[in-house]
């Protein structure tokens, strides 16, 4: 009866299976690109960092470089002031002053290469960055869609045992069950009826008996033929004792036969045939 019904299930339950299958394999590749793209943004994170630490170091560098040419510039200038005061030899004060503006471009050579790294590590920064957010992007996305496989999953696992359940609905065993339950309710409502009869005979009097064996409902009169019949009844049974008491006295003198003996039945059965 439910064969089609159990083969549509099974149908249903192999492919939900399928899809099962198909998700599980999406879940872990999603984790596991989740988990690679994470130690990414870790060493991203970490050379973005150095990347960082090194621009600050050149930048420190660069000002330090620059400031120690302008003060080596400095001294050369007052060198040459002193010579053309007198208070240094010219000579001597030349001598110094050319060492302390070769030392002046060493410096400024220094800040110029330090110019140069800062520019290169700001493009360098300015790219990590970008690569940085990127991936913190991506992998809010994948965690986003791991969310939503993972629900599907759940609903498609719920789906799976439900049709499952189903599937192994056994249709004789449940018909088998619902016919004996019917046939245990029909025979408590056959012995509730049965002591409903035994209640009313229990309770039933004699005189109900009779207006039963009548016709007579419960509670009502008789009609007024019934109740001239049985007048014309009482007077004739009232005549046949009158009878009985005579014919009891003429007994009493000669020896009773068994044919002259009839009881009170018997007569009425006799008057009532004979009237009809």
């Given at each position: 009866m439910f064969g089609w019904l159990k083969r549509l299930f099974g149908i249903v339950e192999a492919e939900?299976?399928?899809?099962?299958?198909k998700l599980e394999n999406p879940i872990k590749q999603t984790e596991q690109g989740i988990r690679d793209l994470k130690a990414d943004l870790s060493k991203s994170m970490q050379g973005l960092a150095e990347v960082k630490a090194l621009t600050i170091r050149e930048k420190k560098e660069f000002e330090a470089n620059n400031r120690n040419a302008k003060d080596f510039e400095q001294k050369a200038i007052l060198l040459v002031q002193r010579a053309s005061n007198g208070q240094i030899d010219s000579d001597e004060a030349d001598r110094l002053a050319t060492q302390a503006l070769e030392r002046k471009q060493q410096y400024a050579q220094r800040a110029a290469a330090n110019q140069k790294n800062i520019d290169n590590y700001g493009g360098m920064l300015k790219k990590m960055e970008g690569n940085v957010q990127q991936l913190k992007s991506q992998i809010s996305n994948w965690e986003n869609e791991l969310k939503t496989l993972r629900a599907r999953a759940t609903v498609s696992d719920a789906s799976a045992k439900l049709n499952k359940q189903l599937s192994n609905i056994d249709s004789s065993n449940t018909v088998a069950r619902l016919e004996k339950m019917k046939q245990k309710v029909e025979e408590k409502e056959a012995l509730a009826d049965s002591y409903s009869d035994i209640a009313q005979l229990a309770n039933q009097s004699v005189d109900s008996e009779?207006?039963?064996a009548l016709g007579i409902a419960p509670g009502s009169t008789p009609?007024?033929?019934?109740?001239?019949?049985?007048?014309k009844l009482k007077a004739r049974l009232a005549?046949?004792?009158?009878?009985?008491?005579?014919?009891?006295d003429t007994n009493q003198q000669a020896p009773p036969s068994s044919s002259s003996e009839q009881s009170e039945l018997d007569k009425l059965k006799e008057q009532l045939k004979n009237k009809s």
């Amino acid at each position: 009866m439910f064969g089609w019904l159990k083969r549509l299930f099974g149908i249903v339950e192999a492919e939900t299976h399928s899809v099962l299958d198909k998700l599980e394999n999406p879940i872990k590749q999603t984790e596991q690109g989740i988990r690679d793209l994470k130690a990414d943004l870790s060493k991203s994170m970490q050379g973005l960092a150095e990347v960082k630490a090194l621009t600050i170091r050149e930048k420190k560098e660069f000002e330090a470089n620059n400031r120690n040419a302008k003060d080596f510039e400095q001294k050369a200038i007052l060198l040459v002031q002193r010579a053309s005061n007198g208070q240094i030899d010219s000579d001597e004060a030349d001598r110094l002053a050319t060492q302390a503006l070769e030392r002046k471009q060493q410096y400024a050579q220094r800040a110029a290469a330090n110019q140069k790294n800062i520019d290169n590590y700001g493009g360098m920064l300015k790219k990590m960055e970008g690569n940085v957010q990127q991936l913190k992007s991506q992998i809010s996305n994948w965690e986003n869609e791991l969310k939503t496989l993972r629900a599907r999953a759940t609903v498609s696992d719920a789906s799976a045992k439900l049709n499952k359940q189903l599937s192994n609905i056994d249709s004789s065993n449940t018909v088998a069950r619902l016919e004996k339950m019917k046939q245990k309710v029909e025979e408590k409502e056959a012995l509730a009826d049965s002591y409903s009869d035994i209640a009313q005979l229990a309770n039933q009097s004699v005189d109900s008996e009779i207006d039963q064996a009548l016709g007579i409902a419960p509670g009502s009169t008789p009609s007024i033929g019934a109740s001239d019949e049985l007048n014309k009844l009482k007077a004739r049974l009232a005549q046949g004792n009158q009878d009985t008491s005579s014919q009891s006295d003429t007994n009493q003198q000669a020896p009773p036969s068994s044919s002259s003996e009839q009881s009170e039945l018997d007569k009425l059965k006799e008057q009532l045939k004979n009237k009809s």
